[in-house]
């Protein structure tokens, strides 16, 4: 014997699979990011040279090298040298946070390119 199952219940079905997808997680997200200015003939570019920077939705972090920017944001405890950047992914990715995009891009200046690259992360937000 078929079972019919009347239109109507398949529509109120899919209503409302629609109104949870609708009302859905709320995220929060993290940016990384890179800048870097390397002058024409290779040297880093005066002092900026490189700069690190994270900005969270506890706050905006910035530092000279990858270890520094580890202790402001007071996981030093858990970063691992010889995994250099993968490291700080690897931090993130315990704390909640996947990845979600990277982008790079560069722009030539009469004597130096500066590179970007910035990195963008998302986690649930705890209600």
């Known amino acids: 014997m078929k079972r019919v199952i009347p239109l109507a219940c398949i529509t109120t079905a899919l209503s409302l699979a629609e109104a949870q997808t609708a009302t859905g997680p709320v ?5 990384y ?3 870097e200015t390397i002058n024409n003939d290779g040297s880093s570019s005066g002092d900026l040279g490189i ?3 994270i900005t969270t939705p506890e706050g905006s972090y910035s530092a000279s090298s990858l270890i520094d920017l580890i202790k402001k944001l007071k996981m030093q405890q858990e970063y ?3 995994l250099g950047y993968i490291s700080l992914f690897n931090i993130l ?5 996947e990845l979600v ?3 790079k891009s560069s722009v030539q200046l009469k004597d130096e390119v500066i590179y ?3 990195c ?3 986690r649930l937000k705890k209600l």
């Open 27 to 31: 995220w929060e997200y993290t940016k």
């Open 33 to 35: 990011s890179v800048v």
């Open 51 to 53: 700069i690190l920077g």
């Open 80 to 82: 691992k040298s010889e």
């Open 93 to 97: 990715g315990k704390n909640g946070w």
């Open 101 to 103: 995009s990277c982008n």
């Open 116 to 118: 970007t690259e910035n």
């Open 120 to 122: 963008f992360f998302k």
